[in-house]
């Protein structure tokens, strides 16, 4: 196929990055993707992810078919999420992201579907480029310049490069990431089959938040493969993709507010994944004895903490050929489960007003449409996020002054 006369650089290889490159490249528009991480497996990549009838819709938008049946293949699939008093006693839900509300709602392991992503772009993703900035010209185009020194000029410059984007705080830089004060330690148990005979059944759930005082919370979420992804893999014709990480798991958290830790910020980080397992088992030692059965499968290796953080809803800007997508411009609490497949649903539409630009209609026109219509939708759901992060993990709410 003759590539464009339209040529598209993105930054950030996740996967929003990705799906878009996928989306461009199977429309024959000229894209290439710069990645900050030395490859795709430098950095623990893997947890688990839910992905609803959005994010789904725009990998069938974007992917080609035997990419897309990966997805299908490699995903896992649960009955609708539920939550728990810290007796195990089931209470009633309202969590807007249960599975139950339509449409097909799966669990996916991140990095499984980020090797997805990856099949056949090959040189079209280059590793080890970090951003530093850009330059606009007068004639319409962009230069991205890289911390090796290198740089590249395209006719769009998108931004997919998550919550913490240099491209942003450069473009944007009244935009601001808010701390919600809650902290989560986040790790696996492998479901071997003695794990999978401790844990309840009722807790093999897309997500099972277990309740507990002062804003405690726990969650648990199962990553279980049907058929195993090798042999997925084998029977759909090997599909040039590489798959490493591809055992069954519990997913396992644990969120509070900082100010219940016993640990700084900096302690927290510089814990061992021991150390924090243990901090989570005192937390909940006053919890259902099954908890901390669940907690002693933890393996420490999978066990690392995160600062929740959230972005504060801005009002729109004049479009011009820097825009963004994902986490770079609306980076949500995790709390309802929707910040992949929103940046999934921008990509796929940030796809197809560029194959429209790239057809001959104006560029800064196709991409105001889909700056106007992802700022609506993606700060609907950094609100609905935070709310919900409120009522169930005590996050700060948004400031008043958020638009
Ligand atoms: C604990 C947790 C659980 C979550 N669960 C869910 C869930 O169940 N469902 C859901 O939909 N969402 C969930 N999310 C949110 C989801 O992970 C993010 O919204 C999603 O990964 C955002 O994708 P992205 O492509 O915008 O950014 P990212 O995935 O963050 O990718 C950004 C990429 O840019 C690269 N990069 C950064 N800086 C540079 C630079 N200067 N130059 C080049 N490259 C750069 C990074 O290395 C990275 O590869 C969860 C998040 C967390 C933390």
Redesign the pocket.
């Given at each position: 196929m003759n590539k464009s006369a339209l040529r598209v650089i993105v930054?950030?290889?996740?996967?929003?990055?990705l799906a878009l490159a996928q989306g461009l490249h199977r429309d024959g528009i000229d894209v290439a993707v710069?990645?900050?991480?030395a490859s795709p497996t430098s950095r623990a990549q893997g947890?688990?992810?839910?992905?609803n009838p959005d994010?789904l819709a725009a990998l069938e938008q974007l992917l080609p078919q035997h990419l897309n049946r990966l997805v299908s293949a490699t995903c896992s699939i649960q009955p609708p999420s539920a939550y728990f008093d810290d007796r195990l006693d089931p209470i009633p839900s309202t969590d807007p992201g249960r599975g139950d509300e339509g449409g097909r709602n799966v669990a996916v392991n991140?990095l499984t579907l980020r090797q997805i992503l990856l099949g056949g772009l090959g040189e079209i993703v280059s590793f080890g480029?970090?951003?530093?900035g850009y330059e606009t010209h007068a004639d319409g185009t962009v230069t991205a310049r890289f911390r090796d020194g290198s740089h590249t000029t395209g006719d769009v410059l998108v931004a997919?490069?998550?919550?913490?984007?240099?491209v942003r705080q450069q473009y944007l830089p009244h935009a601001r990431v808010m701390d919600t004060g809650v902290r989560?330690i986040?790790g696996r148990c492998p479901l071997t089959e003695a794990a999978v005979a401790a844990i309840p059944e009722r807790l093999f759930t897309l997500y099972s938040g277990v309740l507990g005082p002062d804003h405690r919370h726990l969650g648990l979420a199962p990553v279980q493969y049907r058929p195993p992804v090798h042999r997925a893999v084998a029977e759909l014709g090997g599909a040039a993709v590489e798959f490493t990480d591809t055992e069954d798991y519990m997913m396992c958290?644990f969120s509070a507010p900082a100010e219940l830790l016993p640990l700084s910020d900096d302690e927290l980080h510089s814990a061992s994944g021991e150390q924090l397992r243990d901090l989570v088992m005192a937390q909940t030692r006053d919890w259902s004895p099954r908890i901390g059965t669940i907690l002693e499968m933890w393996d420490p290796a999978t066990v690392f903490p995160?600062t929740i953080r959230s972005t504060v809803p801005i009002t729109p800007w004049q479009t011009t050929a820097v825009t963004l997508?994902?986490?770079?411009i609306h980076?949500?609490s995790?709390a309802v489960?929707?910040?992949?497949?929103?940046?999934l649903r921008d990509a796929a539409l940030l796809a197809t007003q560029l194959g429209k630009a790239a057809r001959g209609a104006e560029l800064i026109p196709a991409l105001r449409d889909y700056e106007t219509a992802m700022l609506d939708y993606g700060f609907q759901a950094v609100r609905t996020s935070a709310e919900f992060g409120r009522q169930r993990m005590g996050q700060a709410p948004l400031p008043t002054d958020a638009r």
């Open positions: 930054i950030g290889a996740g996967l929003g990055g710069y990645e900050r991480d947890y688990r992810l839910r992905m994010g991140r480029r970090e951003c530093t997919a490069d998550g919550v913490n984007s240099p989560t986040y958290l995160l997508l994902g986490d770079a980076a949500m995790p489960g929707v910040g992949a497949n929103t940046a």
